[in-house]
């Protein structure tokens, strides 16, 4: 087996920076909810980091990035050839000495899997069952995230088609950001949702989550060039410049509409372009990737609010920024994509590509956006119907962290034990019974 060592160290670097995402996001989202919850919220993401590691190494990597012996099947899903890894061991990505090994592009890949299923937690935070959350992590990886990804990455339709998707915008925000939607229906509003106050708890916490995804991000966009050159270097600048441009852009119409810019505001608009630029960041010049961050920044602010409208309850605003962000960056590349960033692939709009890559474009968010809209309604239905997703209303109200894990984010100074307080304060209610 011949790698190259360059590739191989900074993708090892990469990976390690992609995982480091997920309780990146476990405070992010940890921070946002309320204090009753913020455990559980961030035990969802762990809880994903553990399931979907294991199915990625069972069969995951193979129903992505291998080929089906059926030639029809294999526009939907991958085959069974890489089943337990075990046939990537002592492999690399190229013959020719300039890849790495196959077993660093299959923990790379899988790290985009966890954070995909992770982002969805935040659509339903403080009233799911922890038990039911693990079994929707497994089954949605496996009849929803592989596939796509196999669509995309893979040898799947859109891929043979042409679309152009760098780091993931469809794969991982377009996918999660329909989802959390999906679930969001399925499980319903919070207790006083619209009533009671539901500020995030520890804005701390929030901003140290986004400055983690930040720097995570790096590894995630410049580190699907899969390889050491100006197009990872492309990418790392155009995360970097549509962040900035996006957080900023949120703080403005934070301020023209409410009077205020906020450091929540900052976070979210970070994020926003962070998930804009995904798909687009080694297609685009940096002027381009400025814009994109721009749109989205400005967009997202105002696209969170659609919640209060439409009657959903998407607790921590992943439909407005995942979904809507995604849609920006994918479909912007059908205007925006240039010479000579890509290769075979065709160039946008606004560099003479005409109309077809644009189309392209905008039915990649429409047909993996509505799969995962309908197959996660579908899950979602299923696990409600049999062991029940959503947890009981008085264990909502206590809170989901005492009734679910019998524990609480803060010790005050209070020490609790089995309903008594110490002499140090009252008398504390005995949890609830806990949920599965």
Not at 36 to 65: C, D, Q, Y
Not at 66 to 73: E, G, V
Not at 263 to 273: E, T
């Amino acid at each position: 087996m011949k790698i190259d060592g360059g590739t191989t160290a900074w993708m090892i670097v990469a990976t390690a920076m992609v995982l480091l995402m997920t309780p990146g996001l476990a405070f992010f989202y940890g921070g946002m909810t309320r204090a009753k919850s913020v455990l559980n919220m961030m035990m969802m993401s762990f809880g994903a980091i553990i399931t979907v590691s294991i199915t990625w190494m069972l069969f995951g990597h193979s129903l992505a990035f291998t080929d089906n012996p059926s030639s029809a099947l294999n526009n939907f899903v991958g085959g069974f050839d890489a089943l337990g890894l075990q046939s990537l061991v002592d492999t690399a990505t190229k013959d020719d000495g300039t890849g790495m090994p196959s077993l660093i592009f299959s923990a790379f890949q899988m790290t985009f899997a966890i954070i995909t299923v992770a982002l969805i937690s935040g659509a339903i935070a403080d009233r799911a069952k922890f038990g039911a959350w693990i079994l929707f992590t497994v089954v949605w990886a496996t009849v929803v995230y592989f596939p796509v990804a196999h669509w995309v990455w893979g040898t799947g339709w859109l891929n043979t088609m042409g679309i152009e998707d760098f780091a993931g915008g469809t794969v991982v925000h377009i996918n999660a950001g329909a989802a959390a939607l999906a679930l969001a229906l399925v499980i319903g509003k919070r207790q006083g949702w619209r009533k009671e106050p539901m500020r995030p708890h520890n804005l701390t916490l929030v901003l140290l989550g986004a400055g983690l995804l930040w720097f995570g991000w790096f590894g995630f966009n410049a580190g699907s060039e899969l390889a050491v050159d100006g197009t990872a270097a492309l990418a790392f600048l155009n995360t970097q410049v549509a962040t900035a441009v996006a957080a900023g852009a949120w703080l403005v119409v934070e301020k023209l509409r409410d009077g205020h810019a906020t450091s929540l505001g900052v976070a979210s608009g970070a994020v926003a372009g962070l998930v804009a630029i995904t798909p687009a960041c080694g297609f685009v010049d940096p002027w381009a990737a400025m814009l994109i961050g721009l749109l989205a920044g400005a967009i997202c602010a105002f696209a969170v609010g659609l919640k209060y409208k439409l009657g959903y309850d998407d607790s921590l605003d992943v439909v407005g920024v995942h979904l809507v962000g995604g849609v920006i960056g994918a479909v912007a590349l059908g205007f925006l994509a240039a010479y000579p960033f890509l290769d075979q692939q065709s160039e946008g709009l606004f560099y003479g590509g005409g109309f077809g890559q644009l189309g392209l474009q905008v039915l990649g968010p429409i047909a993996v956006g509505g799969y995962s809209f309908v197959l996660t309604w579908i899950i979602g239905k299923i696990i409600d119907k049999t062991v029940g997703f959503r947890v009981p209303a008085e264990n909502e109200v206590t809170g989901i962290d005492v009734t679910t894990h019998a524990e609480t984010g803060y010790d005050l100074g209070t020490v609790y034990a089995s309903g008594v307080a110490s002499s140090n304060g009252p008398t504390a209610p005995a949890p609830k019974k806990v949920d599965a």
